[in-house]
């Protein structure tokens, strides 16, 4: 089910062959793209009615209007299993207790006396979030999206998420509820990207937005990819993927039901385990089949497991595993080893990092109080997931006096005349008269 490679027993390939051979699912954006961008510039040019052609035809859902009354989320929240809204009461607890120390202080450096530069932390205004309903509604993305933006002050919060032909053509009720009990007032039954165009343009009752986060298909992706610059983005996400270092003293049944539940998302998600034990690899291995056999998607998980984007990748020892992982720039890393925690603190790219055998990835898709919003594709070599941060802009405040201009005047003289710039020059030395 899983194919191998095999890098024992000889000099480990530089990073760049390196990221070359390791298992990844190939996500060609471009491709849709000629797809995506008549669908957005419908939306531009009729706004509401294009929405509502468009969700007949791709959801099979005609809506007059894609918003979500009040009513529905209130009904979604009053109905809701007890059982689910105190689970999403514990995760909304821990994710903005986690968040909450995310939150950025203004500061200002007093450079000389006189003149100071203060960097301050504003709020996006206006955002839409997208949270996916395509193979699950991910209702956890919800909590995921909504709560930093809350929390880095974010005034106007708008949520898309696709409507369902089974619910009367209004999104999923555990979406709804999740809204409701955040607060969220504002929500569109509208997906795919004709979502991201009604945020970008603005259509209906929904006003454009200053940004949009959140994951999605790869027409999700492609649409925000042609409408940035425009809106900004947090990423564009791709299929969702699992590495696993692991040595011998990892449980195979633990490994093995790991890469199973990351392989549940999507057909393309990816299942990377890495290890220095043939055995572990053997032990998985042959667990697999009865334990995908047992799961109620087991045909999404075997072609995502069988795919080229999964694999086994045996090494040497730790520092050979650890060039690898960090090659591959995981969204979700696992570290199952001894001294697990020492040898995560050694990670330098991964989207997020879970030590030992009781942190698995799915306790953080749902109530660790981490963000679940990663990036993907080896993205995380220069990227970071969804955070407080995202939602907010490092302004800085330039103050200076007469006498700390003059100070440094001559300095900004000699520069800007190396660059051929006078203009720059006189717009200090005017001022020194």
Not at 20 to 44: Q, W, Y
Request: charged share 20%; with cysteine; net charge negative.
């Amino acid at each position: 089910m899983l194919a191998r490679i095999d890098l024992r027993g000889s000099r480990l390939p530089g990073v760049r062959e390196l990221t070359g051979l390791l298992p990844r699912a190939g996500t060609d954006i471009d491709s849709v793209l000629a797809t995506v961008r008549p669908i957005c510039e419908d939306v531009r040019e009729r706004g509401a009615e294009a929405v509502r052609e468009i969700t007949a035809r791709f959801d099979g859902v005609d809506a007059e209007d894609f918003a979500v009354p009040q009513a529905a989320l209130d009904d979604a929240l009053a109905s809701i299993d007890p059982a689910l809204r105190e689970a999403l009461e514990e995760a909304v607890s821990r994710v903005r207790k986690v968040h909450a120390d995310q939150r950025r202080t203004d500061v200002t450096t007093e450079v000389v006396p006189g003149g100071t530069v203060t960097e301050r932390w504003v709020p996006v205004r206006r955002v839409g979030l997208y949270v996916p309903g395509g193979l699950a509604p991910l209702l956890s993305s919800v909590v995921m999206n909504v709560v930093p933006a809350q929390l880095a002050g974010v005034e106007s919060i708008a949520v898309a998420t696709p409507p369902q032909r089974d619910n009367g053509g209004l999104p999923d009720r555990g979406v709804l509820a999740a809204c409701a009990l955040l607060g969220v007032t504002e929500v569109y039954a509208v997906g795919g990207a004709q979502a991201i165009a009604v945020f970008g343009y603005g259509a209906g009752s929904c006003e454009p937005v200053d940004m949009v986060t959140g994951p999605g298909n790869v027409y999700v992706t492609a649409a925000k990819r042609l409408l940035r610059g425009l809106i900004g983005i947090d990423s564009e996400a791709g299929p969702t993927e699992v590495a696993i270092l692991a040595d011998d003293t990892a449980d195979p049944v633990h490994v093995a039901a790991d890469l199973i539940s990351q392989a549940e998302h999507d057909p393309l998600a990816g299942a990377v385990l890495v290890t220095t034990s043939e055995q572990l690899a053997d032990a998985v291995t042959a667990l697999l089949p009865e334990q995908v056999a047992a799961t109620k998607h087991s045909d999404r998980i075997t072609t995502a497991l069988g795919g080229s984007q999964s694999g086994v990748v045996l090494v040497d020892d730790l520092d050979a595993g650890l060039a690898v992982v960090d090659a591959y720039a995981a969204e979700h890393l696992e570290i199952q080893t001894r001294d697990a925690r020492e040898v995560a603190l050694r990670v330098r790219n991964a989207g997020a990092v879970f030590v030992g055998a009781w942190s698995p990835v799915s306790l953080g898709d749902y109530a660790a109080g981490s963000n679940h919003v990663l990036p993907t594709g080896g993205c995380a070599r220069h990227s970071s997931g969804l955070s407080v941060q995202t939602f907010l802009r490092g302004i800085h405040l330039v103050d200076y006096d007469e006498q700390a201009l003059a100070g440094v005047a001559r300095h900004v003289d000699v520069l800007a005349h190396a660059e051929d710039l006078p203009a720059h020059a006189a717009a200090v030395a005017v001022r020194q008269r």
